[in-house]
C-alpha cells in the first residue's frame, strides 16, 4: 500500500513539475492547449454522433479512409511494380495478372469490411467480365453470397419507424429468422392476419443513410484513380450502377415492375409472378405471396416433382425470349435463385416457372427490338447482306461476330463439308485457330458493344448457364428464333396477311430445321470420332461459352 501511494505522489510531482516547465514556455502550452481543444472537440463530435446518429458519421469516416488507403496502396502497387515495363515486353504480361490478383484481394476485404453499397458495386464490378481483368472477376464473385448483418431488433424497429407497429402486431405470425437474404435486404416468412402465406423483404435499415455518403466517396475515388491512372476508363460502371442502385432501393418500384412482369406474360401459363401486398408494402419493405418451389438449378428437387428439364428450359427461353423480342421490358438478372420451378397450383400435370426478384429491369427501344428480330431471322435464312443492315442499326459493327455472340456457336461450320474417319493434326489446329480467332473478335465487339445490347446477351447467357447445367436438353437457339419470328409477325385476321405469314413462317422452319440439323451431323460426327478414340475432344470447338 505504501509503494503505491508513494508512486501516486511521484507521478503528481513529475506531471507538477511538466507543467511548470510547459509554463515556461508559451509556445509549448498554447500547442498543448490547441492539442487538448481539438481532441475535446473530437471526442465531443463522436459522442454526439454516437447519442444522435449511433455513430453512422464516424462509420462513414472509417469507410472513406479504408477506401482511400486501399485505392492508394492498388494505384501505388500498379506504379511501383509496372515501373520501366512496357506492354509486350514478356515481363509486363507476367506480373500484371499477378497485380490484377494483388489488387482484387485489397478490393474484396475493403468491399466486405464497408458492407451495403460497396459490396453491391462489387458484384456489378463483377458481372462486367467481358472487360473487367478475370482476376478482378472471379475475386469479386465471391460477393455473390455475401450480405450484411442485421443488428439486434433492426427488423423490429424498422417496422416501427415505418408502419407504427412491429412484425408481431402486423402479422399473425412472423418469423425472425430470414429464409433469404442478399446485399441489400433480408427475406422473412410470415402470415397475415387472413391467413395468407407472404413473403417479406426486408431492407437494411441503414442502406438510405449512407448511400449518398458512399457513393461520393466511390466516385471520388474513381475520378482519383482516372487522374493519376490515364489508362483507367472504367468510371462509366459506377455511374451506370448509381442510376440501378437507387431504383433498386426503392421496393415500390420493384413491386411495379412485378406487375407488369406479371401483366406482360399473363398469356403464358406456365410462368407466374407473386402477387404484391401493397397494403404491406412501401420503400423499405415488400411483402408478396409466398412461394413454395425450388431453384430452377436444384436438379434433385425437379426430379423429385417429376418435371421434365427440357419442358423447364423451353418455357424458360420462351419467356424470356417474348420480354427480349416483344414486350421490351426484360428482368436484367435472371440467375437461378431469381427462377423457382413448381406444380401448377391450378394444373398439377403442368409445371410453372415462378420468376423473382424484379427490382432491375430494363426497357429496350422499339426500333432495338425490332432490329433484334430482324437480326435473329436474318441469321437464320442466312442473309447476310440484312444481317449486315440491322447489326449497323444496332450500333454493332462486326455482325457475323455478333451472330456468334447471340448463337453461342460458330455461324459457319466450315471445313466440316467432307467427314473423314480421323481428325489430323493439321485439321485440329484449324479449329483451334478458328476458335481463338473468334473468342478474340467477340471480346473486341463486346467491348465496342452498346449497354442496352450487353443487358440482353447477359439475359440469354444466363438462362444458357441454366440449361447447360440441365445438360442442353433442348436448342436454344431455334427456341429464340422462333420467339423472333413470333414478333415480327403477329397474326392478323385479313387473308392476304394470313397467307404471307404462313409462308413466311413455313420456309423459317425449313430453313431453322436445315440449320439445326447441319449442326447436329456435324456436333455428333465429332464426338463419336472422340468416344472411338479418333479424335480429343472437341466440344469446346463447337460451343462458344461467354460469360457476361
Given at each position: 500500500?505504501?509503494?503505491?501511494?508513494?508512486?501516486?505522489?511521484?507521478?503528481?510531482?513529475?506531471?507538477?513539475?511538466?507543467?511548470?516547465?510547459?509554463?515556461?514556455?508559451?509556445?509549448?502550452?498554447?500547442?498543448?492547449?490547441?492539442?487538448?481543444?481539438?481532441?475535446?472537440?473530437?471526442?465531443?463530435?463522436?459522442?454526439?454522433?454516437?447519442?444522435?446518429?449511433?455513430?453512422?458519421?464516424?462509420?462513414?469516416?472509417?469507410?472513406?479512409?479504408?477506401?482511400?488507403?486501399?485505392?492508394?496502396?492498388?494505384?501505388?502497387?500498379?506504379?511501383?511494380?509496372?515501373?520501366?515495363?512496357?506492354?509486350?515486353?514478356?515481363?509486363?504480361?507476367?506480373?500484371?495478372?499477378?497485380?490484377?490478383?494483388?489488387?482484387?484481394?485489397?478490393?474484396?476485404?475493403?468491399?466486405?469490411?464497408?458492407?451495403?453499397?460497396?459490396?453491391?458495386?462489387?458484384?456489378?464490378?463483377?458481372?462486367?467480365?467481358?472487360?473487367?481483368?478475370?482476376?478482378?472477376?472471379?475475386?469479386?464473385?465471391?460477393?455473390?453470397?455475401?450480405?450484411?448483418?442485421?443488428?439486434?431488433?433492426?427488423?423490429?424497429?424498422?417496422?416501427?419507424?415505418?408502419?407504427?407497429?412491429?412484425?408481431?402486431?402486423?402479422?399473425?405470425?412472423?418469423?425472425?429468422?430470414?429464409?433469404?437474404?442478399?446485399?441489400?435486404?433480408?427475406?422473412?416468412?410470415?402470415?397475415?392476419?387472413?391467413?395468407?402465406?407472404?413473403?417479406?423483404?426486408?431492407?437494411?435499415?441503414?442502406?438510405?443513410?449512407?448511400?449518398?455518403?458512399?457513393?461520393?466517396?466511390?466516385?471520388?475515388?474513381?475520378?482519383?484513380?482516372?487522374?493519376?491512372?490515364?489508362?483507367?476508363?472504367?468510371?462509366?460502371?459506377?455511374?451506370?450502377?448509381?442510376?440501378?442502385?437507387?431504383?433498386?432501393?426503392?421496393?415500390?418500384?420493384?413491386?411495379?415492375?412485378?406487375?407488369?412482369?406479371?401483366?406482360?406474360?399473363?398469356?403464358?401459363?406456365?410462368?407466374?409472378?407473386?402477387?404484391?401486398?401493397?397494403?404491406?408494402?412501401?420503400?423499405?419493405?415488400?411483402?408478396?405471396?409466398?412461394?413454395?418451389?425450388?431453384?430452377?438449378?436444384?436438379?434433385?428437387?425437379?426430379?423429385?416433382?417429376?418435371?421434365?428439364?427440357?419442358?423447364?428450359?423451353?418455357?424458360?427461353?420462351?419467356?424470356?425470349?417474348?420480354?427480349?423480342?416483344?414486350?421490351?421490358?426484360?428482368?436484367?438478372?435472371?440467375?437461378?435463385?431469381?427462377?423457382?420451378?413448381?406444380?401448377?397450383?391450378?394444373?398439377?400435370?403442368?409445371?410453372?416457372?415462378?420468376?423473382?426478384?424484379?427490382?432491375?429491369?430494363?426497357?429496350?427501344?422499339?426500333?432495338?427490338?425490332?432490329?433484334?428480330?430482324?437480326?435473329?431471322?436474318?441469321?437464320?435464312?442466312?442473309?447476310?447482306?440484312?444481317?449486315?443492315?440491322?447489326?449497323?442499326?444496332?450500333?454493332?459493327?462486326?455482325?457475323?461476330?455478333?451472330?456468334?455472340?447471340?448463337?453461342?456457336?460458330?455461324?459457319?461450320?466450315?471445313?466440316?463439308?467432307?467427314?473423314?474417319?480421323?481428325?489430323?493434326?493439321?485439321?485440329?489446329?484449324?479449329?483451334?485457330?478458328?476458335?481463338?480467332?473468334?473468342?478474340?473478335?467477340?471480346?473486341?465487339?463486346?467491348?465496342?458493344?452498346?449497354?442496352?445490347?450487353?443487358?440482353v446477351i447477359r439475359n440469354l447467357n444466363t438462362i444458357r448457364s441454366i440449361a447447360r447445367d440441365h445438360g442442353d436438353p433442348i436448342d436454344r437457339p431455334r427456341i429464340m428464333a422462333r420467339c423472333a419470328l413470333a414478333a415480327l409477325c403477329p397474326s392478323r385476321r385479313d387473308v392476304r396477311n394470313f397467307l404471307?405469314?404462313?409462308?413466311?413462317?413455313?420456309?423459317?422452319?425449313?430453313?431453322?430445321?436445315?440449320?439445326?440439323?447441319?449442326?447436329?451431323?456435324?456436333?455428333?460426327?465429332?464426338?463419336?470420332?472422340?468416344?472411338?478414340?479418333?479424335?480429343?475432344?472437341?466440344?469446346?470447338?463447337?460451343?462458344?461459352?461467354?460469360?457476361?
Amino acid at each position: 500500500m505504501a509503494k503505491r501511494i508513494w508512486s501516486a505522489s511521484q507521478r503528481f510531482y513529475n506531471s507538477s513539475r511538466s507543467l511548470k516547465s510547459a509554463a515556461s514556455k508559451p509556445g509549448r502550452s498554447f500547442a498543448r492547449l490547441l492539442a487538448f481543444s481539438a481532441t475535446g472537440s473530437i471526442a465531443g463530435a463522436i459522442a454526439y454522433d454516437g447519442a444522435v446518429n449511433e455513430f453512422e458519421n464516424v462509420q462513414g469516416v472509417q469507410r472513406f479512409l479504408r477506401s482511400f488507403a486501399i485505392g492508394l496502396s492498388i494505384s501505388v502497387d500498379y506504379a511501383w511494380s509496372l515501373r520501366g515495363l512496357q506492354e509486350g515486353d514478356g515481363k509486363y504480361e507476367l506480373i500484371l495478372p499477378q497485380i490484377h490478383l494483388r489488387s482484387a484481394k485489397k478490393l474484396l476485404g475493403g468491399c466486405l469490411a464497408n458492407g451495403g453499397l460497396y459490396i453491391k458495386i462489387g458484384q456489378g464490378v463483377a458481372a462486367v467480365n467481358h472487360i473487367i481483368p478475370k482476376e478482378y472477376v472471379e475475386t469479386l464473385r465471391q460477393l455473390e453470397d455475401r450480405c450484411l448483418t442485421r443488428k439486434p431488433d433492426e427488423v423490429r424497429a424498422l417496422f416501427i419507424e415505418d408502419f407504427g407497429y412491429p412484425p408481431e402486431e402486423i402479422f399473425a405470425s412472423f418469423e425472425y429468422e430470414p429464409i433469404a437474404a442478399a446485399s441489400l435486404a433480408q427475406v422473412f416468412r410470415a402470415v397475415t392476419k387472413t391467413g395468407e402465406q407472404v413473403a417479406v423483404k426486408v431492407q437494411y435499415a441503414d442502406l438510405r443513410k449512407r448511400f449518398d455518403g458512399d457513393l461520393r466517396t466511390i466516385m471520388f475515388l474513381q475520378r482519383l484513380v482516372a487522374f493519376i491512372h490515364k489508362n483507367y476508363n472504367f468510371g462509366w460502371i459506377i455511374d451506370d450502377l448509381q442510376g440501378t442502385l437507387r431504383e433498386e432501393l426503392d421496393f415500390i418500384h420493384e413491386g411495379k415492375n412485378a406487375e407488369r412482369c406479371a401483366k406482360d406474360l399473363e398469356r403464358f401459363r406456365s410462368v407466374y409472378v407473386p402477387k404484391v401486398l401493397w397494403n404491406l408494402t412501401n420503400e423499405r419493405i415488400l411483402t408478396t405471396e409466398y412461394i413454395d418451389g425450388c431453384k430452377v438449378s436444384d436438379r434433385e428437387a425437379i426430379a423429385a416433382l417429376q418435371l421434365d428439364l427440357a419442358e423447364i428450359d423451353r418455357q424458360l427461353f420462351t419467356a424470356f425470349g417474348q420480354q427480349i423480342f416483344s414486350t421490351g421490358f426484360v428482368h436484367a438478372d435472371p440467375h437461378p435463385g431469381n427462377v423457382f420451378v413448381r406444380r401448377d397450383p391450378n394444373n398439377a400435370k403442368r409445371l410453372q416457372l415462378v420468376l423473382l426478384d424484379h427490382g432491375l429491369y430494363e426497357q429496350l427501344a422499339p426500333d432495338v427490338r425490332q432490329n433484334l428480330c430482324q437480326f435473329w431471322e436474318a441469321i437464320v435464312l442466312r442473309d447476310y447482306t440484312a444481317m449486315e443492315r440491322h447489326s449497323k442499326a444496332l450500333n454493332v459493327a462486326d455482325y457475323r461476330t455478333f451472330a456468334e455472340i447471340l448463337l453461342q456457336r460458330p455461324l459457319e461450320l466450315k471445313g466440316t463439308g467432307k467427314f473423314s474417319t480421323r481428325l489430323t493434326e493439321q485439321d485440329l489446329a484449324y479449329m483451334a485457330k478458328q476458335a481463338k480467332e473468334h473468342f478474340d473478335r467477340i471480346m473486341a465487339t463486346l467491348k465496342s458493344m452498346p449497354r442496352n445490347l450487353i443487358l440482353v446477351i447477359r439475359n440469354l447467357n444466363t438462362i444458357r448457364s441454366i440449361a447447360r447445367d440441365h445438360g442442353d436438353p433442348i436448342d436454344r437457339p431455334r427456341i429464340m428464333a422462333r420467339c423472333a419470328l413470333a414478333a415480327l409477325c403477329p397474326s392478323r385476321r385479313d387473308v392476304r396477311n394470313f397467307l404471307w405469314v404462313t409462308f413466311r413462317r413455313l420456309r423459317f422452319e425449313f430453313l431453322l430445321w436445315r440449320q439445326s440439323f447441319h449442326y447436329w451431323i456435324v456436333s455428333n460426327y465429332l464426338k463419336l470420332l472422340t468416344r472411338v478414340g479418333r479424335s480429343p475432344d472437341t466440344s469446346h470447338l463447337m460451343n462458344m461459352h461467354i460469360d457476361v
